[in-house]
């Protein structure tokens, strides 16, 4: 193995990268436009990455819980006699 570092990435390599991202930017999968874009650049700070996906997580669970709550407190309201008058 070469001490080049795999990860690298020449002109070429991202001539290439842009024109499958050109050629797929109108693709469809199962009814949805697939969202394609270059990766961010290498996390400098892992922790604060995690903070930022519980903080994520967290605003998701609250909502969650708040529709769990809200969907409990509907009840079935008849109006006006379910009974065929003859």
Known sequence: MSGTNPLSQSAADLGCVANAINALKDTHLLGRRLVIDYAEAEVV????????????????????TLQQLAGRSRKKVTIGDDEPKA
């Open 45 to 64: 700070d892992p922790e604060e990455e995690i903070a930022k996906m519980q903080k994520k997580v967290g605003g998701q669970m609250e909502k969650m």
